[in-house]
């Protein structure tokens, strides 16, 4: 996961995010993918996550604020600068999950020796 981030950082596409890799115990020896990106001009907490472990979709959660935000308009402009660049990540990491599960089951039918047979 964080080769991906890091690849993202370098293509230069995040804008200085400083998303990053939550430390977490893996399900079933499965890394969640979870990753944090803070927001500078919001008080809540965002998230980018695959919507089931291995999946390879994936969703920017907001989490519920507990206090009322209120921000001028150049705030307001930034924080869509900010949530333009989540989205940006987020879609990053569903292309390379898709990405990764292709590569892996072309990987399994390697291993078993066989390929997709034509059905036509």
């Not at 370098?10 to 400083?18: D, F, H």
């Not at 979870?34 to 472990?53: D, R």
């Not at 935000?69 to 949530?83: A, F, G, H, K």
Request: aromatic share 6%.
């Amino acid at each position: 996961m964080q080769a991906w981030l890091d690849e993202y950082a370098a293509s230069g596409a995040g804008g200085g995010g400083i998303a990053f890799v939550a430390d977490q115990e893996p399900v079933d020896g499965i890394d969640s993918g979870l990753v944090i990106f803070p927001l500078a001009n919001a008080t809540t907490s965002v998230y980018l996550a695959p919507i089931a472990v291995g999946a390879p979709d994936w969703r920017v959660t907001f989490e519920a604020q507990p206090e009322i935000t209120e921000l001028s308009p150049q705030s307001v402009q930034d924080l869509c600068r900010e949530l333009l660049h989540a989205a940006d990540l987020c879609a990053f990491l569903q292309r390379k999950s898709i990405e990764h599960v292709a590569e892996s089951a072309a990987d399994a039918r390697d291993d078993l020796g066989g390929s997709p047979v034509d059905a036509g």
